[in-house]
């Protein structure tokens, strides 16, 4: 059983929008910080967004601030992404990720090699 399985990635037009979802197994998200990330062909995988286990911390990228939202259902134990004015740009495989023993509640990083679980990502497309 993986630990964590993103989904909703697909086609889009620039100015559309998509929404993730990652959903996490194991232990309640209260425990985990988790991150996504987006990695463009050719290019390195880069950080777009993190939550702190407590749920109070969020960051972003500052390609996608004001943009992109994250946001989490604990009874669901799901992250999401919502990603809004999508450009191309956007474009790439978008990887969930957990880190299982963060060093706060209110640990949030988007440094990728932060995180120790990784899901096998989703693919989003930004063209007209």
């Known amino acids: 059983q993986r630990l964590v399985v993103e989904s909703g990635g697909g086609l889009a037009q620039p100015g559309g929008s998509l929404t993730l979802s990652c959903e996490v197994g194991?232990?309640?998200?209260?425990?985990?910080?988790v991150g996504w990330f987006r990695q463009a062909p050719g290019s390195e995988r880069e950080g777009v967004s993190c939550?702190?286990?407590?749920?109070?911390?969020?960051d972003y990228s500052d390609s996608v601030k004001g943009r992109f939202t994250i946001s989490r259902d604990v009874d669901k134990n799901t992250v999401y992404l919502q990603m809004n004015s999508l450009q191309p740009g956007d474009t790439g495989v978008y990887y969930c990720?957990?880190?299982?023993?963060?060093?706060?509640?209110?640990?949030?990083?988007?440094?990728?090699?932060?995180?120790?679980?990784w899901g096998q990502g989703t693919q989003v497309t930004v063209s007209s």
């Open positions: 990720a957990v880190i299982t023993k963060p060093r706060s509640r209110e640990m949030c990083v988007i440094v990728p090699a932060t995180y120790d679980r």
């Open positions: 939550m702190s286990s407590s749920g109070r911390k969020t």
């Open positions: 194991g232990f309640s998200l209260d425990y985990y910080a």
